[in-house]
């Protein structure tokens, strides 16, 4: 893999000094929403109830994290003002909302939200999360195909790293049925490689890989049937990667870590593995701040000192060969070969 400028500097942004991810997702929608909402009887969460818990976030966990992933729903308009520049801005822009087919989900960007807002006000990287399950119906998983192609092609144009989430969910043959932000019960390993390897091809612009435990969290035992799925699942990514929680507990989470840096990740981008049990405390805020200046603070020390000592630097990765991760053209070219927006 060959870098840009903005690109390489974008990602450096994301990571800490050593090259490890420690990155903290706050963009989480319907796992904030749903819980406040379902306490206060209505149908839809207060604006300012969400944003609250969101500011909450960013203002405790912000100096142990590399970077954080904010939403442009609450977190940026609400907490942007509070939050570190020295720390990278990871931006979301897929809907929460998706649409709910007999073929399977289909994704779609936030309304009024693009790339080009993301670079426009100073985001290090796009994030985009897509449901995957490579036996759905076939134009479902084409209409898939060509979204997360279609904003690959953006950031490249607007020259800013393209962070990809993947998460298999239940079809409608499948045993286990939710909507919610959860890990699908009773997922296949198959299912997830698969999904990986489809997105690899360089085809979509990936730079950085957020991924699924290949296996159920709570089978994560540290057996070496387990870490052979995971080191397929790192060399099918061929690029940097990183886990994400999906909901797990914290010792659930960081078994799965464990393995992971195994493979080859580069950190994490977590939420509520680290968050969530202080937000159980809703509507006592007291608590909930006490939660995340104690319990969540104390567990992102520890996964953290865990991908300092285990995980990969990102710009080591063999994707960028032997030389390490550079952009080119580095010589007196570049102003010239450097193409503006328009081009």
Known sequence: MQLSPGKLWGLRRMADAKGKFKMTAVDQRPPIKNPIA?????????????????????????????????????????????????????VTLEDSLFTETDGGRLSSDIDDWSVAKIKRMGGDAVKVLAWYRPDADPAVCQAQQDYVKRIGEECVHYDIPFLF?????????????????VEMQGKKADDVLGSVEEFSKPDYGIDVFKLESPVNAADADGSASVQGTFDEMGRLAGRPWVMLSAGAGKAEFKKVLEHAFTAGASGFLAGRAIWLDAFNHYPDWDKIERDLRTGASDYMNEISALADDKAAPWFEHPCFGGSGARFTPADETFRHEYAGFNA
């Open 165 to 181: 989430e993947l998460l298999v969910y239940p079809l409608a043959k499948d045993a286990h049925q939710t909507k919610d932000y």
């Open 38 to 90: 379902k306490h206060l009887g209505v149908d839809t969460a207060p604006w300012d109830q969400v944003a609250r818990f969101k500011r909450m976030l960013v203002e405790t966990l912000q100096e142990q994290s590399s970077a954080m992933l904010l939403d442009p729903a609450y977190a940026i308009p609400h907490a942007i003002d509070t939050y570190s520049p020295t720390k990278g801005l990871i």
